[in-house]
Every structure is written in C-alpha cells, then in structure tokens.
C-alpha cells in the first residue's frame, strides 16, 4: 500500500472529501498521528485511505479552516495542479501556524 504525506496546499478534492467523510465534525487529539519525517522533524497528521493509499494530511489551521468550509467537491477552486485553493480574502495571520 502507498503511503503520502501531505499538507493543505497539496490537497485534491477527492482528498478534501475523504477528510470530511471520515472527520465529519471535525478532528479532535485522539484522532492525531505524530512521527518524526526524513529530517527528523515532528510531525502531526491525520489519516485517510483509500483502496491502494494512506495520506496522512498535516495538521494546520489552514487544513481546519478549509475542511470547515468544504461544502462539496463541485464548490472548490482548484489551481493549474488540481490542488485546493485556500480562499484569497484569508489573511495569514489568522493562522498561527510556524511551518508556513
């Protein structure tokens, strides 16, 4: 089975929905997975499979943000990479997150 890491700015509609599906009300600590990566950095993750993949979605403000307001796949704006586009009018200080 594949394994992906991945965060936000990365995140596919097809993605963005097995979060969703899986973390209907959100997530909460118990649901939070933390490894150390290649570079022995700590990371947090939530996981979601699919048939033949793991992803494991970093954890952010910006991915709680965009999972709160995910409405449905046919909503998204994606970019030219069919990643999921974080609204504009979002000012990077509402997120309080040192990994950006």
């Known amino acids: 089975m594949k394994r992906v890491i991945a965060d936000y700015k990365k995140l596919t509609p097809q993605i963005l929905k097995l979060l969703t599906d899986k973390f209907p009300d959100g997530y909460d600590d118990d649901d939070v997975i933390t490894f150390e990566n290649h570079k ?10 699919t048939l033949d993949t793991i ?12 999972m709160t307001n995910f409405e449905g796949i046919e909503d998204l704006e994606l970019n030219n990479l069919g990643h999921v586009i974080v609204e ?3 000012k990077a200080e509402a997120f309080k997150d040192e990994e950006e």
């Open 88 to 90: 504009e009018e979002i």
């Open 55 to 66: 992803y494991l979605v970093k954890v952010s403000s910006k991915l709680r943000y965009t």
């Open 40 to 49: 022995n950095e700590i990371i947090e993750a939530v996981e979601v499979r």
